[in-house]
């Protein structure tokens, strides 16, 4: 029987291999001519037997790793949620009891097909997506796969839905059906600072500091401090808030989930469809650039170190832009009254 590939040595003293039946060459990587006959038999004897070629795959791997034939998704899935830790572990865990992860938790690593993922992939969300990437590339990195079980350039495009900020006259529509004083609050806190649900809905009192006129805390995605000074429409709402410990008592103990379904719901009543409670932190953001708000400012506050992850914020703000007539008369008239008066 004639064999598919043969091997061969080019000038440069690196063995190739030559398929006989694509007619494409590859290089084995190695300048050792006993390796290099072994490597080329492992494939063709592997084309001969394609039926057994798990089972070998098992006892080469069983020789370095004895859980290796026992290894499920489901081990994968439980040793990166050790690495985890706070909402980021709460985020884990939620998304591994997601239906889709359902189809590969109980199989093991080494009986995974392409297949598995594509249908686990197929009858999921972006999400299901993300998640199933950093498992299988977790996998890899820790050898528990001999080769990837997608290629690369072969997963699907990760593909986010559009988001867009709330509008004023959308946040007006859910204050005046909300009847809760403490939901209330926590939209107006919302819209005015910027925040993340979780940032706001966990402020406490001892956060602010009246004789500044500011409000610290460490972003709970990144631990990133954020500074922002408020005005007086603020201040009116934080003095009818708590004086002591959380300022939105029962919000606070919500799940971020919880917080997000309600919103969902009161939004559904009044008729607001297309935005979630993140879309405050783009409302925010378009309004800052609308108004000039310098972008470090609105950087600081936002707690991003990217400039490029504000602009993404604010890429559907409207800005007028004023003419260059407007700039030097303005020029002109500061320049007039900093001349001494006599």
């Given at each position: 029987m004639k064999q598919r590939y043969r091997l061969f040595r080019r000038r440069e003293g690196v063995f190739y291999t030559f398929d006989n039946l694509t007619g494409k060459q590859l290089s084995l990587k190695t300048h050792n001519e006993e390796e290099a006959f072994r490597l080329v038999n492992a494939r063709n004897e592997a084309e001969r037997q394609p039926a057994i070629n798990l089972q070998i795959a098992r006892a080469y791997l069983m020789a370095s790793d004895s859980s290796a034939p026992t290894r499920t998704w489901q081990h994968v899935m439980d040793e990166m949620g050790k690495l985890k830790k706070g909402v980021t572990k709460e985020r884990w865990d939620r998304a591994m009891k997601e239906g889709p992860f359902e189809r590969i938790r109980n199989l093991?690593?080494?009986?995974?097909?392409?297949?598995?993922?594509?249908?686990?992939?197929?009858?999921?969300?972006?999400?299901?997506?993300?998640?199933?990437?950093?498992?299988?590339?977790?996998?890899?990195?820790?050898?528990?796969?001999p080769t990837p079980v997608i290629p690369r350039r072969q997963w699907p495009k990760i593909e986010f839905k559009e988001k867009r900020a709330i509008t004023l006259e959308e946040?007006?529509?859910?204050?005046?059906?909300?009847?809760?004083?403490?939901?209330?609050?926590?939209?107006q806190?919302?819209?005015?600072?910027?925040?993340s649900q979780s940032d706001i809905a966990t402020l406490r009192?001892?956060?602010?500091?009246?004789?500044?006129?500011?409000?610290?805390?460490?972003?709970?995605?990144?631990?990133?401090?954020?500074?922002?000074?408020?005005?007086e429409t603020v201040a009116t709402i934080l003095k009818n808030l708590p004086k002591r410990d959380s300022?939105?008592?029962?919000?606070?103990?919500?799940?971020?989930?919880?917080?997000?379904?309600?919103?969902?719901?009161?939004?559904?009543?009044?008729?607001?469809?297309?935005?979630?409670?993140?879309?405050?932190?783009?409302?925010?953001?378009?309004?800052?650039?609308?108004?000039?708000?310098?972008?470090?400012?609105?950087?600081?506050?936002?707690?991003?170190?990217?400039?490029?992850?504000?602009?993404?914020?604010?890429?559907?703000?409207?800005v007028k832009l004023p003419s260059l007539e407007e700039f030097e008369n303005r020029h002109a008239e500061n320049k007039r009254l900093s001349l001494p008066q006599n």
């Open positions: 093991t690593l080494l009986e995974t097909r392409a297949e598995h993922f594509l249908k686990a992939l197929t009858s999921g969300t972006t999400s299901t997506n993300i998640f199933l990437r950093r498992l299988h590339n977790f996998s890899l990195d820790m050898n528990w796969l946040h007006q529509m859910i204050l005046q059906d909300e009847r809760n004083p403490e939901w209330q609050a926590y939209y806190l919302l819209w005015q600072l910027g925040g009192a001892e956060d602010i500091d009246w004789d500044s006129s500011t409000i610290s805390f460490s972003r709970m995605k990144n631990k990133s401090p954020v500074i922002a000074r408020f005005g300022l939105f008592p029962m919000l606070s103990s919500w799940p971020e989930t919880d917080r997000a379904k309600a919103f969902t719901r009161r939004c559904q009543r009044v008729g607001v469809s297309g935005v979630t409670l993140h879309s405050y932190r783009y409302a925010w953001a378009e309004r800052a650039k609308t108004a000039g708000y310098p972008e470090r400012f609105a950087m600081e506050n936002l707690g991003h170190k990217s400039k490029a992850v504000h602009r993404a914020y604010a890429r559907r703000a409207l």
